[in-house]
């Protein structure tokens, strides 16, 4: 009877134990239909991050594109910054100060030209100029273009090794002083995984920019640089 007695505790500890170990694997797990993730390390719940880009064209600005990484370092936002080759040369430490703070920097052409069917060699041309010109400053090799006006030559992304990035949300800032005008679109426009297209050559631009900036992030909006949108 000992014996049996003894059989019986054991076959409870063991069933006690096992139970213990499936509720804490099931407490790792993933519910899919809620989009919920449960860690059991410290019982967080969190959300799926909703993403988006915010991109800025034409610079840098020597002004107004300092006062706007000012304002992204201070909300914690990191951005990509489409820079022409000449600006680029003016004022190499705003370039560096992009790096250093997380940004992505990618080619916008050396003189902001527009590709047509009669310019293709100095467009290129122009490309691996401003690469040259990045390169130098940040020590690392440029993947991602933004051609001026959307005008683009497929063949280039195999000669050059580069991705062009367009965009899925313009709220026409450069043609605007309106900065209420200039938010209002940006926030009413914006979903996830778009990618929002600035400039930082401007002061109500950029100042439209953070004001967007911090009602999206009230929205629970995640900014992140291009290549998570395009390639997560």
Same mark, same amino acid.
């Given at each position: 009877?000992?014996?049996?007695?003894t #059989? /019986?505790?054991l076959?409870?500890m063991? #069933?006690?134990?096992?139970?213990?170990?499936?509720?804490?694997?099931r407490?790792?797990?993933v519910?899919?239909?809620?989009? %919920?993730?449960?860690?059991?390390?410290d019982?967080?719940e969190?959300?799926?991050?909703?993403?988006? #880009?915010? !991109?800025?064209?034409d610079?840098?600005?020597?002004?107004y =594109?300092?006062?706007?990484?000012?304002?992204?370092?201070?909300?914690?936002v990191?951005?990509?910054?489409?820079?022409t080759?000449e600006? $680029?040369e003016?004022?190499?430490?705003?370039?560096?100060?992009?790096?250093e703070?997380?940004?992505?920097?990618g080619?916008?052409?050396? @003189?902001? /030209?527009?590709?047509?069917? @009669?310019?293709?060699?100095?467009?290129?041309?122009?490309l691996?100029?401003?690469?040259?010109?990045?390169k130098?400053?940040?020590?690392?090799?440029?993947?991602?273009v933004?051609?001026?006006y959307?005008?683009?030559?497929?063949? +280039?992304?195999?000669?050059l090794n580069? +991705?062009?990035?367009?965009?899925?949300v313009?709220?026409?800032?450069?043609?605007?002083?309106?900065? @209420?005008?200039i938010?209002?679109?940006?926030?009413?426009?914006?979903?996830?995984?778009d %990618? /929002?297209?600035?400039?930082d050559?401007?002061? !109500? @631009?950029?100042?439209? #920019?953070?004001? $967007?900036?911090?009602?999206?992030l009230?929205?629970?909006? !995640?900014?992140? =640089?291009v290549?998570e949108?395009?390639?997560?």
């Amino acid at each position: 009877m000992k014996k049996i007695l003894t #059989a /019986i505790l054991l076959f409870d500890m063991a #069933a006690g134990l096992l139970f213990s170990y499936l509720y804490g694997m099931r407490s790792r797990t993933v519910a899919a239909d809620s989009g %919920i993730v449960k860690v059991a390390e410290d019982g967080l719940e969190a959300a799926d991050v909703k993403k988006i #880009a915010i !991109t800025f064209d034409d610079g840098p600005h020597p002004c107004y =594109t300092e006062q706007l990484l000012d304002g992204l370092k201070k909300r914690g936002v990191v951005a990509t910054f489409f820079v022409t080759g000449e600006h $680029a040369e003016l004022h190499p430490e705003v370039i560096e100060r992009m790096k250093e703070e997380g940004h992505l920097v990618g080619n916008h052409t050396y @003189s902001h /030209i527009q590709l047509t069917k @009669s310019n293709r060699d100095v467009f290129k041309e122009e490309l691996i100029k401003t690469n040259e010109i990045l390169k130098e400053i940040t020590g690392e090799e440029v993947q991602y273009v933004r051609p001026p006006y959307g005008s683009w030559d497929k063949s +280039f992304e195999k000669e050059l090794n580069m +991705f062009p990035v367009l965009w899925t949300v313009d709220p026409l800032d450069w043609c605007s002083k309106n900065v @209420s005008c200039i938010t209002e679109k940006i926030v009413s426009k914006t979903g996830e995984n778009d %990618i /929002i297209l600035m400039h930082d050559y401007y002061d !109500t @631009s950029v100042t439209a #920019a953070l004001k $967007a900036i911090d009602k999206l992030l009230e929205e629970g909006y !995640t900014f992140v =640089t291009v290549e998570e949108i395009l390639f997560d």
